[in-house]
């Protein structure tokens, strides 16, 4: 049976040296990629892919929250971050968006299509670099919601527009890439300044980068 992955990196070396690598296992097919989450989600309707690889830092729409849309376009694809991060963070926002899979790109190609077969048969592939302690932590995370994150009280949208406020894309723009008006925009940013505490862009930047919306 063909397998049609679609990779989701802000880098296209790293797209086309991963495509590569892929295409080494015979029953891979490659059905497409995109340099973010934002350019994913135009193309992934028409190329129905069954696994997605998708990086965590990109620009625009980062890969935890884009797996909400993605979910959404092409809900029967299994979604595998594929990212640098090994931090405990990292692992469970993403876990709890309910990705198949959470690897490191320092991999080599035997867990790679390791991770393939076992997504592809139902089951859930971590790297086997993300120990124990790794595994707790999430389980710790999903457990105890005493002290949550503020940025987790943010609907999906508002994730959207406090992603690109920190980028500084200015209301116009962002209007423009959620195809919404500016008003609408605007309403959206005096939510997210509000339920964040935040009182200028400065404070929204630090909290994103600590919070691993985006990278400094």
Known sequence: MQIKVFIVDDHQVFRQGLSELLLKKNNVLIAGGASNGREALDQLKSANPDIIFLDISMPELNGIDA?????????????IILSMHDKGKYISD?????????????????????????????????????????IKDYIGRAQDKQFPSPVDTLSVREREVFQLMAEGYTGKEMAKKLNISPKTVEHHRYKVMSKLSCHNTAQVIRLAIKEGVVTP
Do not use: W
């Open 67 to 79: 797996c909400v849309h993605i979910k959404r376009v092409v809900p029967k694809a299994k979604i």
């Open 94 to 134: 993403a876990l709890s968006q309910g990705v198949c899979g959470y690897l490191l790109k320092d991999i080599d190609a035997e867990e790679l299509f390791q991770a393939i077969d076992t997504v592809m048969n139902g089951g859930v592939f971590l790297s086997g670099k993300i120990n124990q302690q790794v």
